[in-house]
C-alpha cells in the first residue's frame, strides 16, 4: 500500500512546482525573481492583503463573541437546542454561498454605513466559517466538565463575564486556536463574496492581476500557499509542544 | 423558570440565533420568494425557466462535475488518510500532511487554476512532457476547461477535505478489531468486507455528501479556469448578480432555489441511504 504515496504526492507537489516555475520565468531574460520584486513594490498588493488580513481578524473576533456564549450556554443549560444549533451550523455546507450571496444582497440594501465598506463581509465570513467554528466549540467544550467548572468559578465569585474569559477560554485554547487557523485560511481565500460585492480582497486581487500578469499572479498564488501552511504548520507543531 | 434564568438564556444564546435567523435563514427563505415574485406581481414563469435547455445544461455539467470529483476527493482522501495514520508515521509528518490539507482544501480560484494551467494546460509542464514522449494529450481530446479537467482540478480541494473529515472516523477505526480480525484468521479483504466497511459506511457516506456540496457550489474555481465557457449553474447565477446577461434578478433567485433543492435531495438521499446502512449495521 505505501507506494501510493508516490502518486498523491506526485499530484499535490506537481502544479505548486509549476507555478513555481512559472513565477521566475522573465521571458526572453531568462529565469529570476523579476515579479517577486514588482510585486513588493505594488501598493495595491499590500492594501489587499491588509484588507483580507483585518477581515479575517474581525471574522474571528466577531465569530467568538457571537458562538463561544452561545455553544456555553446550550452544553451547560439547553441541551434540548442542539437540534436547532447542528442544523443551523451545517446550512452554511447545504446553501451555496452564491445563492447566500444572492438572498443577502436582494434583503441587505442599506443603510449604507453597514453595506458600503468592506466589513460588512464580516457577516457572510462569519456564516461561511460557521460550521467549522461551531464542530470546533462544540468537541472542545464536550470534552470538559462544564458543569463543575462553572460551580467553581461561581462559588469563588466570578461573574459570568470573568468565568468565561478566565476559565472557560483558557481550557479550550486548542479548540479556540483551530477554529480560528482555519477561518484565517477561509477568508484569506475567499472569493465568491467579495468580487460580487466588489470589494478589493487579496483573491480579487490575484484574479485581477491575473488577467495581466501571469507570472506576479503565480509568484503571489505560492506565496500566498505556502505562506499560510508555514503558519498553520508553526502552530500545530509548537502547540503541541506548550501542551505537553 | 424564573425571569432570571430566561433573560440569562436570552442573554448567552440569543445573539447567536438572531444572527443565523436575520443572515442565514431569512436570506435563503428570502430567494424562495424571490423566485416566484415578478414586476407583474406573483408568477411561477421563473421557476418555469429552469426547464430552458440553457439551464438544463448547467445542471447537469455541475451535478456530473459534482459527483466525479466526490468520488474522486473520496477515494483519494480516504486512501490518504489510511496512508497517513499507518503505525510507525512520525508525528512530524502526520502534523505536515494535516496542516497542509487544511491549507489545500481552502485552495481555489485563481491561484489553483494558474497552478494547473501551468502543469496541465496547453503550454504546461507535464503536456510538454508528455509530447515529448509522444503522446499529445490535448490531440487526444482532454481539455482542461472541459468536464474531465474540472474534475482533475477540483481533486486538489476534495481530497484534502476527505482526509480532514475521514481521519476522526478512521481514528475511531481501532487497531484492536484489526488484530482481532487477523487472529482469527481474516485476510485484509475479509476485514474491510465485514468489519471495516460497515463501521465506516455511514461516516463515508456523510463525507461524500459534504465532497458533492463542496463541488456544486464551487464558484472561484470554474470561473477563473473556464472564464465561464462551461455552463455551470454559480457562473450562470453570478452572471445574473453582476448584470452580465439580461436575466431578470427573479431568474437568479429561481437557480439559487435549484441549487438548495438539488443540495436537500442530496441531504435526502444521504438520510434514506444512512438508515439503511444503520439496519444493516443492527443486523
Not at chain 1, 441587505?108 to 465570513?125: E, K, M, Q, R, S
Not at chain 2, 488518510?81 to 485552495?107: D, E, K
Request: hydrophobic share 60%; net charge positive; glycine share 8%.
Amino acid at each position: 500500500m505505501k507506494w501510493l504515496w508516490v502518486p498523491l504526492a506526485g499530484y499535490f507537489a506537481l502544479p505548486l512546482v509549476a507555478t513555481a516555475v512559472l513565477s521566475l520565468w522573465q521571458g526572453t531574460r531568462g529565469y529570476g525573481f523579476a515579479a517577486y520584486v514588482t510585486l513588493i513594490h505594488t501598493p495595491e498588493m499590500w492594501n489587499s492583503l491588509f484588507l483580507s488580513a483585518r477581515l479575517a481578524v474581525e471574522t474571528i473576533i466577531a465569530g467568538l463573541v457571537i458562538l463561544v456564549p452561545a455553544v456555553f450556554w446550550m452544553n451547560l443549560r439547553l441541551q434540548r437546542l442542539r437540534p436547532v444549533f447542528d442544523f443551523l451550523s451545517v446550512l452554511p455546507l447545504v446553501v451555496p454561498a452564491i445563492s447566500l450571496v444572492a438572498g443577502i444582497t436582494a434583503i441587505y440594501t442599506g443603510p449604507d454605513w453597514l453595506v458600503g465598506t468592506a466589513n460588512f463581509l464580516v457577516i457572510p465570513y462569519v456564516i461561511l466559517a460557521l460550521p467549522f467554528t461551531y464542530r470546533a466549540l462544540d468537541v472542545g467544550m464536550r470534552a470538559l466538565d462544564l458543569r463543575t467548572l462553572t460551580e467553581a468559578a461561581q462559588s469563588l465569585g466570578a461573574s459570568w463575564p470573568s468565568m468565561i474569559m478566565r476559565v472557560l477560554v483558557p481550557n479550550l485554547i486548542t479548540a479556540l486556536l483551530g477554529a480560528a487557523l482555519l477561518t484565517i485560511t477561509i477568508v484569506i481565500g475567499e472569493f465568491t463574496f467579495a468580487n460580487i460585492l466588489l470589494f478589493n480582497t487579496f483573491a480579487v486581487y490575484i484574479n485581477h492581476i491575473g488577467s495581466t500578469s501571469a507570472t506576479q499572479a503565480a509568484a503571489l498564488s505560492l506565496l500566498a500557499f505556502l505562506l499560510t501552511w508555514l503558519a498553520m504548520l508553526g502552530v500545530a507543531l509548537g502547540g503541541r509542544r506548550a501542551a505537553r | 423558570m424564573s425571569w432570571r434564568e430566561r433573560a440569562a438564556d436570552i442573554i448567552f444564546v440569543g445573539p447567536f440565533l438572531l444572527f443565523a435567523a436575520a443572515f442565514l435563514v431569512l436570506p435563503s427563505l428570502g430567494l424562495f420568494v424571490q423566485a416566484v415574485t415578478t414586476a407583474h406581481g406573483l408568477s411561477l414563469a421563473p421557476l418555469a425557466t429552469l426547464w430552458s435547455p440553457d439551464h438544463l445544461v448547467a445542471f447537469r455539467n455541475s451535478i456530473e462535475v459534482s459527483v466525479l470529483s466526490a468520488m474522486v476527493g473520496a477515494i483519494g482522501g480516504g486512501i490518504g488518510a489510511w496512508l497517513t495514520l499507518t503505525p510507525g508515521m512520525p508525528r512530524w509528518a502526520r502534523a505536515l500532511v494535516s496542516t497542509f490539507s487544511a491549507v489545500a482544501a481552502n485552495f481555489a480560484g485563481v491561484p489553483l487554476a494558474f497552478a494547473f494551467i501551468a502543469t496541465l494546460g496547453t503550454l504546461g509542464v507535464i503536456t510538454g512532457l508528455l509530447k515529448a514522449v509522444g503522446i499529445d494529450i490535448y490531440a487526444a481530446g482532454f481539455s482542461l476547461f472541459h468536464i474531465e479537467g474540472l474534475v482533475i482540478v477540483y481533486a486538489y480541494f476534495q481530497i484534502p477535505l476527505m482526509l480532514i473529515v475521514i481521519t476522526p472516523a478512521l481514528e475511531g477505526l481501532r487497531r484492536e478489531w484489526r488484530e482481532a480480525a487477523e487472529g482469527l484468521g481474516a485476510s485484509t479483504w475479509q476485514f474491510w468486507q465485514h468489519v471495516g466497511l460497515p463501521v465506516l459506511l455511514p461516516s463515508l457516506l456523510s463525507a461524500a455528501i459534504l465532497l458533492f456540496g463542496n463541488a456544486f457550489s464551487a464558484y472561484a474555481t470554474p470561473y477563473a479556469l473556464t472564464a465561464g465557457n462551461l455552463p455551470l449553474v454559480t457562473i450562470d447565477i453570478s452572471n445574473v448578480l453582476s448584470g452580465n446577461v439580461s436575466l431578470s434578478p427573479a431568474e437568479g433567485a429561481a437557480l439559487a432555489c435549484g441549487m438548495i433543492v438539488v443540495m436537500a435531495a442530496a441531504m435526502l438521499l444521504y438520510a434514506l441511504l444512512a438508515r439503511r446502512v444503520g439496519k444493516w449495521r443492527a443486523r
